[in-house]
């Protein structure tokens, strides 16, 4: 139950991040970025990128049956989005001491509380969709919604050489 990375660069779970083209148009793409950083993410992949219809419509195959999922597909493919790669990184030492450590960091449960709820009209203020959006088809933000979707998402938007091993400084400061 881990997606461990290599030994030199430990991490838990990864989250897969993209403002949506309205972020990008409306200038919000480093406030966006800000947000998570702020909280203490680090970024292990960082692109700005004009999706292709049919990637768009992989990434959100389970909404295909949707009344507005071809106005989504529109919406998402109307101008450059920025994907990102979210990560928490751990302490080194735990990686040694213990497996757990692995476990309910929740990046990705976290991340989702940082973009607050699907209908920004109903996201809390202080939520990334709270504070600058008013519609749920201009809500600026996408984060997976589970781990294994964390995985698909970042396998269908990066290749692999897009992505980078590194350790932030911060770690020591972040965990304990
Ligand atoms: P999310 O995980 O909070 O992004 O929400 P969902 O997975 O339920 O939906 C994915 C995306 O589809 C949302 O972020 C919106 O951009 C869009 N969406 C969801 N519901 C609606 C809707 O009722 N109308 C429109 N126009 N777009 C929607
Ligand atoms: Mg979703």
């Given at each position: 139950a881990s997606s461990l990375g290599s030994p030199?660069?430990?991490?838990?779970?990864?989250s897969y991040i993209m403002i949506k083209p309205d972020g990008v148009q409306r200038g919000l793409v480093g406030e966006i970025i800000s947000r998570f950083e702020k909280?203490?993410?680090?970024?292990?992949?960082l692109k700005l990128f004009r999706?292709?219809?049919d990637l768009a419509q992989e990434h959100y195959k389970d909404l295909k049956d949707k009344p507005f999922f071809p106005t989504l597909i529109d919406y998402i493919t109307s101008g450059p989005v920025v994907c990102m790669v979210c990560i928490l990184f751990t302490a080194t030492y735990f990686v040694i001491l213990s497996c757990k450590a692995w476990e309910g960091a929740g990046v990705v449960a976290s991340a989702r509380k940082l973009i607050g709820a699907t209908n920004p009209l109903q996201a809390e203020p202080g939520t990334i969709r709270g504070d600058l959006a008013v519609q749920t088809g201009r809500n600026v933000v996408h984060g997976s919604d589970s781990p294994d979707n964390g995985k698909r998402e970042i396998a269908l938007w990066f290749k692999e050489g897009e992505l980078c091993q590194w350790e932030s400084v911060q770690t020591p400061w972040l965990v304990e």
């Open positions: 030199a660069c430990p991490e838990v779970e990864q909280k203490g993410f680090s970024l292990k992949g999706c292709p219809k």
